[in-house]
């Protein structure tokens, strides 16, 4: 059971363009909801997270934008980079003891220079 | 402030055979979280350890089994080992029961 759906599986974008990557959960009590960048060899890194108390979180060039209605939230890439290309991972959890990420199977992205 | 260190990063057992791979968390976390990483599954969450007890459970086997001591560093044994037991195996740390993981370079598993 999938409880955190992230979509596309693989993104091939561009120098300069937008990448967006989209996740959709399922459990309304989640409140936390990180994205984790992982490069080829290395282990995962948080990216940038958000709350549902905002409808959007800005860090440089990455932006998260949250719709708290449609349960979705979605990672934007401005101007990608060749050095953006990555695994990216979306995660949700909720309050509480003992906090456990349900994880997206992740999307990779490919920037072409 | 030195990273989480995982060893072996890679290896190679034959089925049936087991295996343990460490953990040495940042300085200061007492918490470590395991997963396994296969191309197509993502991140499958095996457990948790803090302060030396195990606090969350994913949906594993009984094979796979784990510790942690009372320095915070993890270990994780899978006995019996099967092909599909073959992956990436990262482990995490962070400082309490929630906040920010942060994850080592992985022990690379093949079964043959």
């Not at chain 1, 909801?33 to 549902?52: C, D, E, H, N, T």
């Not at chain 1, 108390?53 to 060749?82: C, W, Y």
């Not at chain 2, 460490?22 to 948790?48: A, D, K, N």
């Not at chain 2, 969350?56 to 796979?64: A, E, I």
Request: with cysteine; glycine share 10%; hydrophobic share 30%.
């Amino acid at each position: 059971q999938q409880q955190v759906k992230q979509s596309p599986q693989s993104l091939i974008v561009q120098k300069g363009g937008i990448s967006i990557i989209n996740c959709a959960y399922e459990n309304t009590a989640f409140d936390y909801f990180p994205w984790y960048q992982q490069f080829p060899g290395k282990g995962p890194a948080l990216l940038i997270a958000i709350r549902p108390d905002v409808s959007e979180k800005k860090e440089g060039r990455f932006t998260i934008s949250f719709n708290k209605s449609a349960k979705q939230f979605s990672l934007h890439i401005m101007d990608s980079q060749p050095g953006d290309s990555a695994t990216y991972f979306c995660a949700a959890s909720r309050d509480g003891n003992n906090r456990k990420l349900i994880w997206g199977l992740g999307t990779s992205l490919a920037v072409n220079p | 402030k030195a990273g989480v260190t995982q060893t072996p990063r890679y290896l190679i057992k034959t089925r049936g055979q087991q295996v343990t791979l460490s953990c040495s968390p940042i300085s200061g976390h007492r918490s470590v979280s395991w997963y396994q990483q296969t191309p197509g599954q993502g991140l499958q969450f095996l457990f948790e350890y803090f302060s030396e007890t195990q606090r969350n459970k994913g949906n594993f086997p009984g094979r796979f089994s784990g510790r942690q001591f009372s320095n915070s560093r993890s270990e994780m044994n899978v006995s019996t080992l099967e092909l599909g037991d073959s992956a990436l195996y990262l482990c995490a740390s962070r400082w309490g029961e929630t906040g920010e993981l942060f994850f080592g370079e992985g022990s690379r598993l093949t079964v043959l």
